[in-house]
């Protein structure tokens, strides 16, 4: 049974660094054709992908805002991390990691909000 | 960037009745090496995650109810679910995962009448 929970803080400043965990289990980040996804949804929008992570470390990120943007994974610990540097209030949202098998995110964490407030 | 175009953006139906929701891609999803259509559709109930219904534009998630189907090809998709039921009341999603970045329509919300 595949499962993702997501945690880090619920509010920040701007120009703060935002760390998000994602962890999960039912499955191995060493899987071929496994990774790992991110992405947010601002209240009463469309989801946006933000970056995902492989099996073999390859990384993808959206264009805007790639140079924020860092994703890592440990797969001992069964968690990948994205770091988002400088948020603004435009960056609030809810933040989903997401399992992905051969490019279909088909297991979503339940989500976590993040509030960018100052 | 693949942009991803959903119509209509609401849709309220009777109970028992078929909707039908559009999706339409900037470029083309189908990867002429394997014949497939990079397109998911996810339904999304409030305070919830986006669940996924259909990938490679037409095969059905495990679990999910026969009357949700999927079809398509190339630009121009379509989610058609037969007689509709109160716990479809959802907003759904299309998606592309041709190449990042990732993008999914802009929703189409369902409603009962």
């Known amino acids: 049974q595949i499962t993702l929970k997501e945690s880090g803080p619920t509010l920040l400043k701007p120009t703060q660094t935002l760390t998000l965990t994602c962890t999960f289990s039912g499955f191995s980040l060493s899987t071929t054709g496994v990774g790992v996804g991110w992405f947010r949804q601002p209240p009463g929008e469309a989801p946006e992908w933000l970056a995902v992570?492989?099996?073999?470390?390859?990384?993808a990120y959206r264009p805007s805002p790639k140079t924020r943007l860092t994703i890592t994974k440990d797969t001992s610990k069964n968690q990948v991390v994205l770091i988002m540097a400088n948020v603004d209030p435009v960056d609030t949202a809810t933040y989903y990691c997401?399992?992905?098998?051969?490019?279909?995110?088909?297991?979503w964490g339940q989500g976590t909000l993040v509030t960018v407030s100052s | 960037d693949i942009v991803m175009t959903q119509s209509p953006d609401s849709l309220a139906l009777s109970l028992g009745e078929r909707a039908t929701i559009n999706c339409k891609s900037s470029q083309s999803l189908l990867y002429s090496s394997n014949n497939d259509n990079y397109l998911a559709w996810y339904q999304q109930k409030p305070g919830h995650p986006p669940k996924l219904l259909i990938y490679w534009a037409s095969n059905r998630d495990s679990g999910v109810p026969d009357r949700f189907s999927g079809s398509g090809s190339g630009t121009d998709f379509t989610l058609t679910i037969t007689s509709l039921q109160a716990e479809d009341v959802a907003v759904y999603y299309c998606?592309?995962?041709?190449?990042?970045?990732?993008?999914f329509g802009q929703g189409t919300k369902l409603e009962i009448k």
């Open positions: 992570v492989d099996w073999n470390d390859e990384k």
């Open positions: 998606q592309q995962y041709y190449s990042p970045p990732y993008a």
């Open positions: 997401a399992h992905r098998h051969w490019n279909i995110f088909d297991y």
